[in-house]
């Protein structure tokens, strides 16, 4: 059996690629470096820089804190299956957070940043599975230093009972820092997640121009758009928005790009699209999150496009004069909440020179700082004069326009905005 045929079939035996297809295992084992180490030997010392992600085959590893301290700890001893390092994938200036050492002969799997980030577009099912993972380590790490710093609090009381009241002003600020620190933690991963999944390059398609731009709150949404070359003349166009933030809402928003994704390539009927992916929402839904969401099929020849509108807020179709294109009105159900969603397809043929605006509620509902939303009527306005402007050009100077709107208030959601023009 040649290597790469050996590291296949290792990796059938880890969990964490359990929704890696079959067919793409030679080419993710190609990716992988297969290093051993001996018992006692050091893979990387804690502060060290990180960019590499290492999975355990076989043997087992120590993590320790504070190696060779006073305060040296184990946290865990972690044997086949487990994956270590994954924080390096998220963040290329960060250091190593704990010691890792064989205890026994180990044999790891090993995966730079560069073939990690196009694991994760290629099996956007795999950004699910790390994500998950990596959150129930951070609410695990949580809990464990929380335990921590009771146990020392505990004994700090009854060394210094004089001491009660200053003690418990301490105990609430490092409650607080604790507190503080794991959400930073929790908003970072969340952000990465959501960058890396979204798409990095604009797909090239005859006859359209495409913008994209997106604005993150700092409590990280979970605004989704996706451009899909389904053929040289079709374009697919998504746009979304998930119900919840931080975590949960970049892990739900990784899963639905996948399913909309996969179904979209089956070149289906955008609302039967939009049914299969609420039904595997509906199965694989269990944190009761939602999404709402446009998704369409442009035809670049017929200038034709076919829409469903899932409880998103209603697109914009303006001819090149700059007067709007009323499609009609339509319904439409968000994702993730019944069996027997509601939608309804729509269809419009655009005369040469329109532009099609998808965006997300961020957007409407930016405030200024007496409160006022920037609303869909003023929205709709700022988007008038700008005919002359390259797809790009026009989502910039939107953004810019609501950004003078707020004038320095707190933007409370994220903002996103898809333009294409039709020539």
């Known amino acids: 059996m040649s290597i790469e045929q050996d590291i296949s079939s290792g990796l059938r035996r880890i969990s964490l690629f359990d929704s890696v297809e079959e067919n793409a295992l ?3 084992a190609r990716s992988l470096e297969s290093i051993r180490l001996d018992a006692g030997r050091v893979l990387f010392y804690e502060n060290d820089p990180g960019d590499c992600f290492y999975i355990i085959v076989e043997g087992n590893l120590e993590i320790i804190k504070a190696f060779g301290s006073t305060e040296e700890r184990l946290l865990k001893d972690w044997g086949p299956g487990n994956f270590l390092g994954e924080m390096s994938m998220f963040d290329l200036e960060g250091r190593r957070s704990a010691t890792v050492r064989a205890r026994t002969p180990t044999t790891l799997l090993k995966m730079n940043h560069d073939s990690f980030r196009v694991l994760l577009h290629r099996q956007p099912e795999l950004a699910f599975e790390v994500t998950r993972q990596l959150s129930l380590r951070l609410r695990n790490t949580d809990n464990a230093i929380i335990h921590g710093l009771q146990e020392k609090n505990h004994e700090l009381a009854e060394a210094y009972a004089e001491l009660a009241s200053a003690y418990a002003e301490l105990q609430a600020a490092q409650v607080q820092i604790i ?4 959400l930073e933690i929790e908003l970072q991963v969340a952000r990465e997640v959501q960058e890396s999944i979204l798409p990095q390059t604009l ?9 994209v731009l997106t604005r993150p709150a700092r409590a990280v949404g979970g605004d989704l758009y996706d451009l899909i070359a ?17 975590v949960p809402a970049a892990i739900f928003m990784a899963l639905a790009r996948g399913l909309l994704r996969a179904e979209a390539s089956r070149m289906a009927p955008p609302a039967e699209v939009l049914r299969e992916v609420n039904r595997h929402l509906l199965d694989m839904n269990t944190a009761g999150l939602f999404i709402t969401v446009i998704y369409g099929v442009l035809d670049c020849r017929s200038r034709r496009f076919t829409f469903v509108r899932a409880g998103h807020e209603l697109p914009f179709f303006f001819r090149n004069d700059g007067t709007e294109i009323f499609p009609g009105n339509d319904h439409g159900q968000a994702l993730g909440l019944f069996d027997d969603v509601l939608l309804e397809e729509r269809c419009i043929t655009l005369p040469p020179g329109s532009r099609i605006v998808l965006y997300t509620d961020g957007a409407t509902d930016a405030v200024n700082p007496d409160d006022e939303r920037f609303g869909r009527k003023r929205l709709r306005e700022s988007m008038r004069p700008h005919g002359l402007f390259s ?11 609501i950004a003078q709107f707020q004038d320095g208030a707190p933007q409370a959601d994220d903002m996103a905005m898809v333009a294409i023009d039709v020539h």
């Open 230 to 246: 389904l053929n040289e003349n079709c374009l697919g166009v998504v746009i979304g928005d998930v119900s919840d933030k931080g």
């Open 203 to 211: 797909p090239a398609i005859p006859g359209i121009d495409l913008g």
């Open 179 to 182: 507190e503080k620190e794991r």
């Open 391 to 401: 797809a790009q050009e026009f989502c910039e100077t939107i953004f810019e326009t």
């Open 26 to 28: 030679p080419e993710l």
